[in-house]
């Protein structure tokens, strides 16, 4: 059997003195890097926000308003947070707290009086203004599926 170092090859390796204080504080060093920087890299706790609110008029319509009291509307609220469920306004008043599909709440809405209303959409924790949309709500005249509004 020949030996390989008759070759030309080397079979054996530099040793690594792992006892090193050297080499020990070397590793140590970038470990502790390691953790400070993996510390702040954390992504920033981002606030919800409701981008956009808006109201359909769905296949209701009138000459003055689309919107009339008995009728049936769809609020669409635009959201940055797909989780967080959102709470939708009627002038103020509560009107439904729902879970968002996608990034977007889609709630049915059926105003009871006539005159201007404002919605709005919250998603806590809101971050800035809260969007809204204004609409006047005429009398409704339910025409099958349908309303006519006057």
């Given amino acids: 059997m020949r030996d390989h170092r008759t070759r030309g090859h080397r079979t054996d390796r530099a040793g690594i003195d792992y006892r090193s204080p050297v080499l020990r504080a070397s590793v140590t060093g970038v470990a502790a890097l390691a953790c400070v920087l993996g510390g702040l890299l954390q992504p920033p706790h981002a606030a919800a926000t409701v981008t956009r609110i808006g109201v359909l008029p769905d296949i209701n319509y009138g000459p003055l308003t689309n919107y009339g009291t008995g009728c049936s509307y769809t609020i669409e609220a635009v959201l940055t947070d797909a989780v967080t469920p959102v709470s939708l306004y009627d002038n103020g008043i509560p009107l439904a707290t729902i879970a968002p599909t996608g990034g977007v ?46």
């Fill in 105 to 150: 709440a889609l709630a049915t809405w059926i105003p009871t009086s006539r005159g201007p209303h404002t919605l709005t959409a919250v998603q806590a924790p809101q971050d800035g203004q809260v969007p809204g949309v204004s609409v006047y709500v005429g009398v409704g005249m339910p025409i099958g599926t349908s309303c006519l509004v006057v």
